[in-house]
Nanobody
Framework: EVQLVESGGGLVQAGGSLRLSCAAS????????IGWFRQAPGKEREGVSCISGSDGSTYYVDSVKGRFTISSDNAKNTVYLQMNSLKPEDTAVYYCAAVGARLLRLWVHSDEYDYWGQGTQVTVSS
C-alpha cells in the first residue's frame, strides 16, 4: 500500500521557521519525484517545491526561493521541506505528493501526481 504521511506543521510567527517531513512507503523511491504543494482557503493548489528521488535535483516556485529548502533522506524514504523566514502568505495546508520520475519536468502540475498525503496545516501569524 502506498502511503505519504506529512508531519511538522503548526503555528509560527512571521519570520519563524518550520520543517515539514513526508514519509513515503509502498513504492520505489528512486522511480519518483516528491513534490510539496500548498493550498490556502479560496485558492488553487500551488506547487512549492520538488525533488527527484533518483538524482536529488531540486525545483522551487519563485515565491519561496531563498527561504525554503527541500531535501531527502533516501535511506528513510523521507523528504523534508525546511521553511525559513515564513510570511503570513505562506499559510496553507501543505501536501506532499509523488510523481513518476519521467514527468519531473511537469512538477508544478498537480494533476500529474499519482499519490498524495493527507496534508498538514501551516499557519503563520503576523
Amino acid at each position: 500500500e502506498v502511503q505519504l504521511v506529512e508531519s511538522g506543521g503548526g503555528l509560527v510567527q512571521a519570520g519563524g521557521s518550520l520543517r515539514l517531513s513526508c514519509a513515503a512507503s509502498g513504492f520505489t523511491f528512486d522511480d519518483y519525484a516528491i513534490g510539496w504543494f500548498r493550498q490556502a482557503p479560496g485558492k488553487e493548489r500551488e506547487g512549492v517545491s520538488c525533488i527527484s528521488g533518483s538524482d536529488g535535483s531540486t525545483y522551487y516556485v519563485d515565491s519561496v526561493k531563498g527561504r525554503f529548502t527541500i531535501s531527502s533522506d533516501n535511506a528513510k524514504n523521507t523528504v523534508y521541506l525546511q521553511m525559513n523566514s515564513l510570511k503570513p502568505e505562506d499559510t496553507a495546508v501543505y501536501y506532499c505528493a509523488a510523481v513518476g520520475a519521467r514527468l519531473l519536468r511537469l512538477w508544478v502540475h498537480s494533476d500529474e501526481y499519482d499519490y498524495w498525503g493527507q496534508g498538514t496545516q501551516v499557519t503563520v501569524s503576523s
